[in-house]
T-cell receptor
Framework: DVKVTQSSRYLVKRTGEKVFLECVQDMDHENMFWYRQDPGLGLRLIYFSYDVKMKEKGDIPEGYSVSREKKERFSLILESASTNQTSMYLC???FGTGGYGYTFGSGTRLTVV | DAKTTQPPSMDCAEGRAANLPCNHSTISGNEYVYWYRQIHSQGPQYIIHGLKNNETNEMASLIITEDRKSSTLILPHATLRDTAVYYCIVRDTNNAGNMLTFGGGTRLMVKP
């Protein structure tokens, strides 16, 4: 079964810490995405990547960076975690340009204290 | 991409058909309609998509009106496991970045 795997299901970090959220896909997909989901705000796109070492800002990139050194891995980095970054983070991957091939991970629930 | 409007919530009896509407009155000719769902504590899952013809797969049917301004997702025999938030997304497959934009969706509650 094809998979997008997020390294942690739950994380608790302190304000000011550097946080790494890892995402790995085994489908040889070109495109990878990071979303965050908050009650009342839905899913919002943070960053995406359509190729190794390529990245594009989504709707809410402030406070985040990403890294894609290998095709299968897309990392989201919180440079200095803040309490307003407490959220559910979802990684997804897709093949080509169609919207039907998106596969999401199970999510990482990050709490910043 | 065109904006979509969905009712915030719906109920359905187990075993009955669930019909989830979506309004996309500003859809353009090269935009597809996609449906995803998100079961509690999981990531969204692709269900079905279409351009102008009705579509059916093992999960659901998609009915698109002739003028393409609205569509309905049909779960023919809803089960308790179909309780989820259902997202209708209209998207140009040629848009830059290939990303999906999620709205508020419809929270479907399937009841015994």
């Amino acid at each position: 079964d094809v998979k997008v795997t997020q390294s942690s299901r739950y994380l608790v970090k302190r304000t000011g810490e550097k946080v790494f959220l890892e995402c790995v896909q085994d489908m040889d997909h070109e495109n990878m995405f990071w979303y965050r989901q908050d009650p009342g705000l839905g899913l919002r796109l943070i960053y995406f990547s359509y190729d190794v070492k390529m990245k594009e800002k989504g709707d809410i990139p402030e406070g985040y960076s990403v890294s894609r050194e290998k095709k299968e891995r897309f990392s989201l980095i919180l440079e200095s975690a803040s309490t307003n970054q407490t959220s559910m983070y979802l990684c997804a991957s897709s093949f080509g340009t169609g919207g039907y091939g998106y596969t999401f991970g199970s999510g990482t629930r990050l709490t910043v204290v | 991409d065109a904006k979509t409007t969905q009712p915030p919530s719906m109920d359905c009896a187990e075993g009955r058909a669930a019909n989830l509407p979506c309004n996309h009155s500003t859809i353009s000719g090269n935009e597809y309609v996609y449906w995803y769902r998100q079961i509690h504590s999981q990531g969204p899952q692709y269900i079905i998509h279409g351009l102008k013809n009705n579509e059916t797969n093992e999960m659901a049917s998609l009915i698109i009106t002739e003028d393409r301004k609205s569509s309905t997702l049909i779960l023919p025999h809803a089960t308790l496991r179909d309780t989820a938030v259902y997202y209708c997304i209209v998207r140009d497959t040629n848009n830059a970045g290939n990303m999906l934009t999620f709205g508020g969706g419809t929270r479907l509650m399937v009841k015994p």
